[in-house]
């Protein structure tokens, strides 16, 4: 597995960091959205890709109820350790978790209603592979959601990292950031659907309003610190995270407010049929 996309590979505890300072900035509420948005049933019978920590696993297992069956799967060995830390709660479908590659399910043709990827597909290396495979273990009539974030000016505070981190660690490091906003145009995820062969695409922006607990080093040590940027920024040393931090401040200072740095962080969701 590639360091890039291994998310404990450079730092142990990007896992907890991810889970416990962005998970609820900014993940949990795109998950309510992608889970309104693809219109999750009772009994649903569904398999989120790119699972991380479990956050849209779980909302999906919420509204799917007792009668569903979800499961989670995830390249990253840490972050499904982290998401199997989360109990069962009664009254939710049952969760299953399951260590492997999009390009390669480890799973039966025509095993799920609905098949979704938050956050995802922008960091396969070959998205048209696991297209096809979301949708050869689609039933006939299964519905697909896939959310990736728009261009990275769009979303304030993450750009201004980006730029800081860029100027005073390092481009590689920078990149790792720039990562998640690397399948951003709204045409290139139409045509990667409709290649692989799925109907009724629709491509729609939700505005997640992200917020951040804390200020700006809080900021730069829970974004950097959650991810593949983990180990270098913690190895940059002292004097140049805070040369990212006072880059850094004022370029958030009006965006801060409640003890919180708050943004829109666009993301694209996309809705098909097989
Ligand atoms: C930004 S996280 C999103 C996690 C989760 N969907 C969420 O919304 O919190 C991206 C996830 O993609 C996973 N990932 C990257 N490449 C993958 C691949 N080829 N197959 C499966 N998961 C992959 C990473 O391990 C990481 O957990």
């Known amino acids: 597995m590639s360091s890039a996309m291994d998310w404990a ?17 900014m993940f949990v509420p795109l998950a309510e959205a992608v ?15 790119a699972c991380g920590t479990g ?12 009668g569903g069956r979800v499961t989670g799967l995830d390249l990253g060995e840490g972050m499904l350790q982290r998401a199997r830390t989360w109990p069962p ?6 969760i299953d978790y399951v260590q492997g590659s999009a390009d390669g399910l480890p799973f039966d043709d025509g095993a799920f209603t609905l098949v979704t990827c938050q956050q995802g597909l922008q960091f396969f290396p070959d998205r048209d592979a696991a297209l096809r495979e979301f949708r050869r273990v689609l039933a006939p009539g299964g519905r697909l959601a896939i959310a990736c974030w728009t261009d990275l000016p769009d979303t304030a505070g993450w750009y201004a990292l980006t730029e800081a981190i860029d100027r005073h660690i390092g481009r590689d490091v920078a990149d790792i950031l720039r990562a998640p906003y690397g399948l951003s145009d709204p045409g290139e995820l139409r ?3 409709e290649e692989a062969g799925y109907d009724d695409v629709v491509i729609e922006i939700e505005r997640v309003r992200a917020r951040f607990a804390g200020g700006p080093q809080q900021f730069a040590a829970g974004v950097a610190g959650s991810n593949p940027a983990a180990g270098p920024f913690a190895a940059a040393g ?22 919180h740095i708050t943004f829109e962080m666009p993301s694209l969701i996309a809705l098909a049929r097989v």
């Open 191 to 193: 045509r990667l659907l």
């Open 55 to 66: 956050v849209l696993t779980r909302t999906i297992a919420s509204r799917s109820g007792s």
């Open 89 to 94: 709660v009664e009254g939710d479908a049952p």
């Open 35 to 49: 889970a309104d948005a693809v219109e999750v049933s009772p009994g649903e019978r569904a398999l989120d890709v």
């Open 238 to 259: 002292d004097e140049r995270r805070a040369a990212v931090v006072t880059e850094l401040a004022p370029r958030l200072e009006h965006l801060r407010a409640d003890g």
């Open 9 to 25: 590979a450079n730092d142990p505890g990007a896992p907890a960091s991810y889970e416990r300072y962005l998970a609820p900035a």
